[in-house]
């Protein structure tokens, strides 16, 4: 029978780094310049008059950023409120111990979604009559009432009561029990269009509703219109308070507002070089062979695909930044990985680090330049990147 020598616990002390902010960083990552986040806020808040606050949309994960650090930094730089889209992104943020007012700008429908609002303390929107008094009857169970926000249609054709029904709906709610009118507000269609025909429509309509709340005795201590864009092209739409995501996130709606005010990216997508080979001429790269080479090539293989948010349609498209200079793409970007012509680069190595969206030297490549090329908006892109990315802080070094 073979002796066993005895177990320890004796842990050996090792070169090696296992801490996760660290390990993280050998593949890919989502970088948040929070300094820049803070930087935008401030900005925003200057162009803003002293009397309208900033609310924040941090919705859909702060538009990919990460809705936690994004919160806590925002509420640090001056926004007073947090808009998200659910519940559950409320709650979230709830958890991680957030005090400032949070308001849900989806529509909330069912007596267990209005219970979970009032114990997180989360502020709904209330967006018809019928919705409204179902609000109230489930708070009258629950004997709690509830700070609610009114949305009115004024050529979104999205959510809300349309504008010329706006009296009688707000009447209703404002005698409903168990809730309490915060704001009343609506959302533009077209802010980001230079031509301000369609906007300054939708600004009358609600303008003319408010008008006719007012004559009815009732007085709504908060309105708010503006979403990032038209902050950025009419003071006129600022009121009492402005909705402001894409810009916070050092973006501008559209290339006419570029000249409105400084703003500076705060996210940056970088991953790791995991293998350089050199190909012969006329061979294919990756599935399908979209790629095939005219010549001898060398290739590097990064460690990031279409599974963490790189849109497959950019394959043979796509360039990114690697020691300063562009570098193509090549081939179908794959699920976990892309290919990368490096040819014109001398000794490139296994680690270095590629930079698919944000600054490297003097070049850089923004989520624009990604929507542009795919016919879509930044939004989009800002939130297609997946959680398999660690969002981690930049690094000062």
């Known amino acids: 029978m073979l002796s066993q020598e005895p177990t320890t616990n004796v ?44 609310m924040a949309v941090v919705k859909a994960d702060a538009y990919g950023h990460g809705a936690i650090t994004v919160a806590q930094t925002v509420l640090r730089s001056g926004a007073t409120r947090l808009a998200i889209a659910t519940l559950g992104e409320g709650i979230e943020l709830r958890e991680a111990g957030i ?32 919705q409204a008094i179902t609000f ?58 230079p031509d301000p025909t369609v906007m300054k429509m939708q600004q009358k309509r609600f303008e003319d509703a408010i008008h006719q709340i007012k004559a009815m005795g009732i007085d709504p201590p908060c309105l708010h219109l503006a979403n990032s864009a038209a902050v950025l092209s009419d003071r006129s739409l600022h009121y009492d308070l ?100 490096v040819s014109n680069l001398p000794d490139v190595e296994v680690g270095e680090i590629v930079t698919l969206i944000g600054f490297d030297g003097k070049n850089s490549i ?3 330049d990604w929507a542009n090329a795919l016919g879509t908006i930044s939004w989009e892109i800002l939130c297609s990147f997946k959680h398999r990315l660690p969002r981690i802080g930049k690094r000062l070094d």
């Open 11 to 54: 842990v050996k002390k090792s070169r090696y780094n296992y801490q996760l902010s660290e390990i993280i960083r050998q593949r890919a990552w989502v970088e948040i310049d929070q300094g820049a986040l803070s930087h935008n806020v401030r900005q925003l808040r200057a162009f803003l008059s002293p009397s309208t606050e900033l």
């Open 99 to 130: 005090i400032a007012p949070i308001v849900v700008l989806g529509a909330v429908n069912n007596p267990e979604e209005i219970a979970a609002l009032c114990h997180w303390n989360l502020e709904p929107t209330i967006c018809t009559p019928q």
């Open 136 to 193: 109230s009857k489930t708070l009258a169970e629950l004997e709690q009432t509830l700070l609610v926000h009114l949305k009115l249609d004024t050529g979104m054709s999205r959510l809300g009561t349309l504008w010329h029904q706006a009296t009688e709906f707000v009447t209703l709610v404002h005698k409903l029990p168990y809730l309490k009118i915060v704001s009343i507000y609506s959302h533009l269609a077209t802010a980001d269009d």
């Open 242 to 341: 402005v909705r402001v995501g894409l810009a916070m996130y050092g973006l501008y709606p559209a290339p006419h507002l570029e000249s409105t005010i400084n703003l500076k990216p705060v996210l940056q997508v970088k991953a790791k070089i995991t293998q350089v080979k050199t190909l012969a001429a006329g061979t294919g790269v990756s599935y399908g062979y979209q790629y095939i080479s005219k010549q001898d090539i060398k290739i590097a293989v990064v460690s990031i695909g279409y599974a963490d948010g790189i849109p497959r349609n950019l394959s043979n498209r796509l360039k990114v930044l690697l020691r300063g200079q562009f570098v193509q793409q090549i081939g179908a970007i794959t699920m976990d990985q892309m290919m990368l012509d």
């Open 366 to 368: 923004s989520a624009d």
